[in-house]
């Protein structure tokens, strides 16, 4: 008999039949090792789990038992733990050996003292832990989806950025598939999806290389049937699992030759699908395919799958949305820039526009190249504040106005005055002004400029900048500089004046107009982009537009992060030879005299065919500059791309056609003038004004 400790005495035979009894039912599978790490018990759920009786097991080391990893590993273990007498523990996920599946298994070793505290074995328990391990592992992979999806606003990047959260997780193959119509960026229908619908993949990833159990590749489309499980998951908004052997699965699959020949070679048994909706909109599905996984999906998993993509969608119509605006942005923009560039006979042109990348947005960056009076040629480079639609739409605005105010011929600081009042008013209109008379009246709307005008008739270029790079120029012997151009206030402040410069500009000049995005990088100054810019146009190039690859590789190796708008002017000169002033009294019967001038000069020009018109338009100019306009009185013929004439006199007086009446004896000069040429204007002039017109050349002759 023995005493318990309370003393009440017990049978030992009855209590070695409880402990029997206790380490025979217990429900966790239990084994006992000896001094020499032997097995020595073993009882019935660790038997069933091992796949042997505990006959063929006793005796044997555990590495014999089963000589295969990771038994290799709970054998030093156990070794460890004989020696040290500390318990450990040790977590794996696998399929033990009298297993069908895959379980999560937590194994504890712990040592077995007698009284005296010595180790006399060891015995080891192994807890079946595989539906917190699956919690776990979902809690993961939501966080993961919350983190990992969603990176870039680029619709593809974030479709697979969702397959690889999933693929390898819970699932060995996920596909990602869009409405066709969302890829090709028409807007989604709100609501579910009915009917049969056509899919593109965008995206896919698979627990095997290469992805061959895809039976669609990557950016092709699929047709599926309104009977389909697919159609019926977008017609439904409700995701769902099935085994391949479902009646509607192989209903649909037997329409897909490619799919029947992936699920017999790779074994696929289970699949979901799982609808990519936000905001009310749907806009594609997404399917998990299990192979390598034995157990099929469960409802667990269905929800899941339902988390991830729901997040998931989410930041793809985020990326869609802002894949549109940018595709808005980017079309309005590119409109509004000058689809030819004009090539006149004073300058060769070329020119570069880069958008910034998806992340940063289209900005409003412009340029362009506007011709003028006189074979005078303006040029433009503007950069308004902000990204997207706005900027864009507010760069039209601009450019439109920029173009309006060179018609009328305006100086470049006198230009920039009036576009600055336009960005004013224009911001008094959008901003907050608009409804808080409080409210800051500048700010909302923000350019930068510069404005050209080269004249290659006196070899000069006068211009003015609101806020903007200075532009660069490079002599005919090579060498590049950065004049000193007043630099005004950027537009939209107002209330600062604006300064033109003269700059000299012999032939063969070349002419650098640029926005700060050329310049400015993230971890460069703008000194070192202003090196890189001067080493760049130093390298002697074959043409004008080698040298604007030059420049763009040398100071932009990668996407800009900002709009960058670059346009490069080589200058020409009109020498004497396609250039004829008089100067004229103001008197009546000067004007014969001018004809005959004029037609003379047009012979020695092999302009012949051209006298009639000219004579005539010579003839009604100087009789309106002596009536109205007086003293000093100046007529200019210019043969450029066109045959030009020129009258200057004293008067700030702008003349203006108008119906002359029956009995009128004048007003029909202009009018005259408007018919015969091909356009006609005025501009203003330190001393008067000057009237031109201008005519088509008889046949091409151009300067030489």
């Known amino acids: 008999m023995d005493t318990d400790p309370d003393g009440t005495e017990t049978d030992s035979t009855e209590t070695e039949a409880l402990r029997d009894w206790t380490l025979a039912q217990l429900p966790i599978p239990v084994a006992i090792y000896n001094d020499k790490e032997r097995l020595a018990r073993a009882n019935k759920a660790m038997t069933r789990l091992m796949g042997r009786t505990e006959e063929e097991m006793r005796g044997l080391h555990l590495r014999e038992i089963a000589p295969y990893p990771p038994f290799e590993e709970y054998d030093r273990l156990q070794e460890q733990v004989l020696r040290t007498g500390e318990m450990m523990r040790h977590e794996n996920y696998g399929r033990a050996p009298g297993e069908a599946r895959e379980h999560a298994w937590s194994i504890i070793f712990f040592p077995l003292k007698n009284q005296d505290g010595r180790v006399q074995g060891v015995s080891a328990a192994v807890l079946d832990y595989t539906e917190q391990y699956w919690a776990r592992r979902r809690l993961v992979i939501v966080n993961d ?30 596909s990602v598939d869009l409405l066709d119509s969302i890829v090709h960026g028409e807007e989604p229908t709100l609501g579910p999806v009915t009917g049969p619908v056509v899919l593109r993949r965008v995206a896919q990833q698979s627990v095997l290389a290469g992805c061959p159990e895809s039976a669609v590749t ?10 389909s499980f697919l159609a019926r998951t977008l017609a439904t908004g409700l ?9 509607d699965i192989r209903r649909w699959t037997a329409h897909f030759r490619a799919r029947v020949r992936s699920i017999r070679q790779y074994g696929i048994h289970s699949v979901m699908a799982a609808p990519l909706r936000a905001r009310g909109t749907t806009l594609g599905v997404v399917m998990f395919l299990r192979h390598r996984t034995q157990d ?11 988390e991830i993509t729901a997040r998931a969608a989410v930041c793809v119509d985020n990326a869609r949305r802002y894949s549109r605006e940018r595709t808005t ?12 560039i004009p090539q006149p006979a004073a300058l060769d042109i070329a020119s570069r526009y880069l958008p910034a990348d998806s992340q940063a947005g289209v900005g409003g960056d412009w340029f362009d190249v506007i011709p003028l009076s006189g074979a005078r040629v303006a040029l433009v480079v503007g950069d308004v504040v902000g990204h997207g639609v706005h900027a864009s739409a507010t760069m039209g605005r601009l450019s439109t106005a920029v ?8 100086a470049p600081d006198e230009l920039l005055t009036r576009l600055d009042d336009i960005v004013i008013r224009l911001d008094l209109e959008e901003g907050p002004a608009a409804s808080d008379p409080n409210a800051p009246t500048a700010g909302e709307i923000g350019a930068t400029c510069v404005y050209a005008i080269y004249d290659p008739v006196a070899g000069r270029c006068t211009l003015a900048r609101a806020g903007h790079p200075a532009p660069a120029v490079v002599t005919p012997a090579g060498t590049v500089d950065f004049p000193e151009v007043p630099v005004g206030p950027p537009l939209g402040l107002g209330g600062l004046p604006f300064e033109s410069t003269e700059l000299h500009l012999p032939a063969g000049s070349l002419l650098a107009l640029y926005t700060d995005g050329l310049i400015e990088a993230a971890g460069r100054d703008i000194d070192q982009g202003l090196a890189l810019l001067r080493h760049a146009l130093t390298h002697p190039a074959p043409s004008l537009e080698d040298t604007c690859d030059n420049v763009l590789n040398a100071l932009l190796p990668e996407r800009p992060t900002d709009d960058v708008a670059l346009l490069l002017a080589r200058t020409k000169t009109l020498d004497a030879d396609h250039v004829a002033t008089w100067s004229l009294p103001a008197e009546p019967a000067v004007v014969a005299d001018a004809r005959k001038q004029a037609s003379h000069q047009l012979t020695i020009w092999g302009l012949d065919d051209a006298a009639y018109i000219t004579e005539l338009v010579v003839s009604e100019l100087v009789t309106n500059a002596i009536r109205y306009g007086g003293g000093p009185i100046q007529l200019r013929l210019i043969q450029d791309n066109t045959l030009i004439c020129e009258v200057s006199d004293a008067s700030n007086a702008a003349p203006h056609l108008r119906q002359a009446r029956v009995f009128d004896e004048g007003g029909r000069g ?15 002039t330190a001393t008067g004004k000057t009237i031109w017109a201008e005519q088509p050349l008889p046949y091409a002759e151009l300067p030489a």
């Open 145 to 174: 989806a919350s983190t990992r999806i969603g990176s870039t606003l680029d619709v593809t990047r974030t479709a697979q950025e969702l397959a690889d959260v999933a693929a390898g997780r819970f699932a060995d193959f996920v």
């Open 239 to 247: 995701a769902s699992r099935h085994a391949v052997d479902d009646p």
């Open 296 to 306: 099929p999906f469960d409802d667990d998993d269905l929800l899941l799958a339902e």
């Open 670 to 684: 202009l009018l005259l003038v408007a018919q015969l040429t091909q356009r006609w204007g005025t501009r203003q």
């Open 218 to 227: 990557p950016g092709a489309t699929e047709s599926h049937p309104e009977y």
């Open 403 to 410: 173009r309006t105010l060179a018609d009328i011929d305006l």
């Open 329 to 340: 942005a980017l079309a309005l923009q590119r409109s509004m820039l000058p689809r030819r």
